[in-house]
């Protein structure tokens, strides 16, 4: 298999910020730096203003990282007759626009820090003089209304009769004559200019899609972090509370465990189902719960009687992670729904077996993928909503142990309460992957599925410091 047999899945089209941040950390993971990033960048936009043959460039920057994209372009602009960079003097800075600034101290270049509308008015003759200014004020990082001194740079921009480049994506407000965004547009009509990241950066999971997870305000209360019901057990005794626990270790608040199956463990909510195994006797509890639950995970340890409380159970779900003995046809579907099989679980659902090589599986579980997303366990994931396609590398031929998919579609449920499917099921399949490495290097094949839980949160809340 060659990178060049993946180009296929690559998405095409306007990217998001968030999607695009976490392509920008994946690249940084695999080895392609964030300052050599922007160095990509701001030559780019250095061409693209030399294109339209200035001798006088006025340059807007802001804090972060788009910023340090406009002060790389005036590196390379320095041999011209005059080029001035103006940057506010107010705010943190991120580390690698503060380098790019380190750097303009020592160029041919003209710097104006600013901090209000008055010091933006004192270089109004930098505006009408320039023949091209660069927008590189607030990027993809815009929110919000756009405050001083922004505010007035952007007013003095569009009442000079200088042409504009935005950088990535135009500061809001501001008139762009051309719009240059780096990797995918970030905007419609935004010209795209490729800065050299890895394809598997945006094919792959990795550390980037971490970003993705939302952070918890210091305002938080109890339940903010989700509530999720996990229903299984009877047949076989401990998945569904591998899978709680997993569902906690992730970061949700609350997790019920709907079960004829008791293990004492004391930070689940036990709701006990009486019998030996899950019947339609059960149903006006099991839908009672679910009623008040944000994302329900069933099948783990199900056995194969309980397919039609499983059926009811999803058309009552909002969302809803099915696994295991849940993976059968009928093929339940809630409002919105992940499936995690392994390859057995995977035939049986969608009537093929999954290829070996990694294209063709792709397409297989991209084929299946037609009422929610598809997440196949192997020692590569393949995870597809029918649209989309990423694949996971994480983890060990160590867990193969049993346990360790119970535990994966706990994860995803709780991230599937703050996260799309298909982004919950991405980001579950990195952190389980990466528990499982984790707890396999002490362990080697010896380790368990219980072993993994008290690395998820190592993995998947530590936030890397920004660049």
Not at 192 to 217: K, N, Q, Y
Not at 369 to 394: C, E, I, W
Request: proline share 6%; net charge negative.
């Amino acid at each position: 298999m060659t990178t060049n047999d993946m180009r296929e899945f690559l998405e095409t089209g306007v990217i998001d910020a968030g999607r695009m941040k976490a392509v920008e950390g994946n690249a940084v993971a695999l080895g392609y730096p964030s300052l050599l990033m922007m160095e990509s960048a701001g030559r780019a936009v250095a061409d693209a203003a030399l294109a339209r043959s200035p001798s006088r460039v006025l340059i807007l920057c802001g804090r972060g990282n788009n910023g340090g994209d406009g002060m790389v372009a005036a590196r390379y602009l320095q041999h011209l007759d005059s080029v001035d960079v103006v940057y506010p003097d107010c705010g943190s800075t991120t580390a690698s626009a503060a380098a790019q600034l380190a750097l303009l101290r020592h160029c041919s270049v003209a710097l104006h820090p600013v901090r209000c509308a008055a010091d933006v008015e004192a270089l109004s003759r930098l505006f009408d003089d320039a023949d091209i200014i660069v927008d590189s004020m607030l990027g993809t990082g815009a929110w919000g209304t756009v405050r001083e001194p922004f505010a007035s740079l952007v007013t003095r921009a569009n009442v000079s009769g200088s042409p504009v480049v935005a950088v990535d994506t135009p500061t809001p407000g501001i008139r762009a004559a051309e719009i240059l965004s780096f990797h995918r547009p970030k905007v419609e009509g935004a010209d795209v200019t490729d800065i050299g990241i890895p394809l598997e950066a945006e094919i792959f999971t990795g550390p980037g899609d971490l970003t993705l997870v939302p952070s918890r305000s210091s305002q938080a209360h109890k339940g903010v972090g989700g509530e999720v019901l996990v229903v299984g057990g009877g047949p076989y005794q401990g998945a569904p509370y591998i899978a709680a626990m997993g569902a906690l270790r992730a970061g949700a608040d609350i997790v019920r465990v709907a079960s004829p199956a008791y293990v004492p463990m004391p930070d689940l909510i036990y709701e006990r189902l009486e019998g030996s195994t899950i019947t339609a006797d059960h149903l006006e509890m099991i839908l009672s719960l679910v009623d008040r639950t944000d994302v329900v995970v069933c099948g783990m340890g199900l056995g194969k009687e309980s397919h039609d409380v499983v059926l009811a159970i999803a058309e009552a779900a909002k969302r809803a992670v099915f696994d295991a003995d849940a993976l059968a046809r009928p093929l339940p579907a809630a409002r919105e729904t992940i499936y995690t099989p392994h390859a057995g679980e995977f035939a049986r659902i969608a009537g093929t077996e999954p290829p070996a090589d990694l294209a063709a599986r792709g397409r297989c579980v991209k084929a299946a993928a037609k009422t929610g997303t598809v997440l196949l366990k192997g020692p590569v994931d393949v995870v597809s909503d029918g649209s989309r396609v990423r694949f996971n590398r994480t983890g060990t031929p160590a867990m193969t142990t049993g346990g360790t998919g119970d535990l994966l579609a706990g994860i995803a449920g709780a991230l599937f309460c703050h996260l799309p499917a298909f982004e919950a099921a991405c980001v579950a399949a990195y952190v389980n992957g990466s528990a499982g490495m984790l707890a396999a290097e002490g362990r080697g094949n010896g380790m368990l599925a219980t072993d993994m839980p008290d690395h998820i949160p190592e993995i998947l809340f530590r936030r890397p410091a920004p660049e």
